[in-house]
């Protein structure tokens, strides 16, 4: 019973072979990428136009505004609806349709955000296109959404109830009306880009969105409109960073090391009162360190570039910015790897619920009969497909970081030594890195 999702299962793999197997494959593209010459890969990165894409902003609008209407049902639902998290439809909605699934969307699919955005579309019909009476100041960049984010993740691993509907509920219909106030004090634009949270993460995430249909369709290969936006500014580089770092945290914080680590019986976890310090302790020391060591990654390779060639200087703020954005894959697979079970569970109860929001009898969709099962979760065969599915969300994700990465360091140097110089440091972070992710998944877990 310790084990959630059935991770007893977990632990009669040989998760070491499919690690150790795992890990192999990030190094060997690592290796066979340096001898990739970065023209080849640009032509790789580079996007095919298909023709024109018809571009509905009107459309766009109206779903937005319909988004706003739906966030008020949501949070009617939370006050008043049923009080467990598994029956009401604010929590359910919440955390598995909108912070898991429709987080992998925007990454992978469309552009969801820019049609459930909640704020966007009513804030247009209202006030159009008129600007705030204030200004947020340009040197600001994207600080405040990064500050916002990082509470954010603090109510997530370390709130006593996030799933309480009615807790979660004051908390939404705040935020809402902090959002549309900041709005229209300091204008639309200005402020979704610096100080919405949620609007700049869904940003970076759906740049590595292979298609693109803003006008003209165009296709390409994973995170080549990321390479685009490179290099980014300070806030969001170092926004790119802490997504993967809260939600690698995410998972340790449950693990039997961490609780361990605390001195906590993984068997006998005292609930989420009495880890509230250490969890709020760990998430933000683990975006420091993360951030610390990838700076340490990157001024390491500019360091062993600048001794193999002395005609080569490379500032570090630009390395740091330039490379941040290749780790989006990464924070995108393991999102995938982390919450492939949970959505399998959590998304039945959505269905279910839509048909009686308010738990009173209804059967609005015709799903009320539902039944939620768990069975994928009682056999090894399908564990295991669940599990290899997770492991190669985690090594794919550092295969495409890899090609990212290479692909940047084209633009401060050419020759092939010198590539390999620029990246040795990131190289080594990158293998590290799968070597923890695919020990996440395979870690027994108690809280």
């Known amino acids: 019973m310790a084990h ?11 998760t070491d072979v499919y690690a150790t197997a795992g890990t192999l494959a990030v190094i060997l593209s690592i290796v066979l990428v340096t001898c990739v010459r970065p023209q080849l890969l640009r032509g790789f990165f580079s996007a095919r136009d298909l023709g024109r894409w018809p571009v509905l902003p009107t459309a766009a609008v109206s779903i937005s505004a319909l988004a706003s209407l739906v966030y008020g049902l949501l949070v009617y639902v939370g006050f008043y609806g049923p009080s467990d998290p598994q029956n009401n439809l604010l929590p359910l909605t919440v955390w598995t349709a909108w912070w898991i699934a429709a987080f992998v969307v925007q990454g992978l699919v469309l552009d969801i955000w820019r049609l459930i955005n909640p704020w966007e579309g009513l804030h247009r019909l209202v006030f159009e296109d008129a600007a705030g009476p204030l200004r947020l100041p340009e040197w600001l960049q994207a600080w405040p959404a990064v500050c916002i984010f990082l509470a954010f993740q603090g109510f997530v691993l370390a709130d006593i109830a996030p799933n309480d509907p009615r807790r979660l509920a004051s908390f939404a219909l705040g935020y809402w009306v902090f959002t549309f106030a900041g709005m229209t004090l300091f204008g639309r634009a200005a402020w979704l880009a610096q100080v919405e949270c949620f609007t700049v993460l869904f940003r970076l995430i759906g740049s590595l969105r292979p298609v693109d249909l803003q006008g003209r369709f165009k296709l390409g290969f994973v995170g080549w409109q990321s390479l685009l936006d490179a290099p980014l500014d300070l806030s969001r580089a170092v926004f790119c960073l802490i997504i993967l770092a809260s939600g690698s945290f995410d998972g340790l914080h449950e693990t039997f090391w961490w609780l361990g680590r ?14 509230i310090a250490q969890s709020l302790l760990g ?10 060591i990838f700076a340490l990654s990157v001024w390491i390779g ?10 080569t200087h490379t500032p570090f703020a630009t390395a740091f910015c330039t490379f941040a954005i290749a780790i989006l894959p990464i924070a995108l697979g393991y999102h995938i790897a982390h919450y492939l079970v949970t959505l399998m569970i959590q998304g039945q109860y959505v269905l279910s619920t839509l048909s009686d929001p308010l738990a009173r009898g209804w059967n609005l969709f015709g799903l009320g009969d539902l039944r939620i099962t768990t069975g994928f979760l009682n056999t090894q065969a399908s564990v295991k497909v669940i599990w290899l599915t997770q492991a190669g969300a985690v090594v794919v994700s550092h295969v495409i970081s890899v090609l990212m990465t290479h692909h940047l360091a084209g633009r401060f140097c050419n020759k092939n030594k010198d ?11 990158m293998i590290a890195y799968t070597i923890f992710g695919l020990w996440l998944l395979a870690s027994p877990r108690g809280a």
């Open 4 to 14: 959630p999702a059935e991770q007893a299962f977990v632990l009669l793999l040989p």
């Open 302 to 311: 500019i360091k062993t570039l600048a001794a193999v060639s002395s005609e």
């Open 262 to 275: 605390i001195g906590v019986n993984p068997l006998e976890f005292p609930g989420r009162s009495a880890v």
């Open 283 to 292: 998430l933000y020391a683990s975006n420091a360190a993360l951030i610390g």
């Open 419 to 429: 590539l390999i110089s620029i990246q040795i440091g990131l190289s080594v972070l």
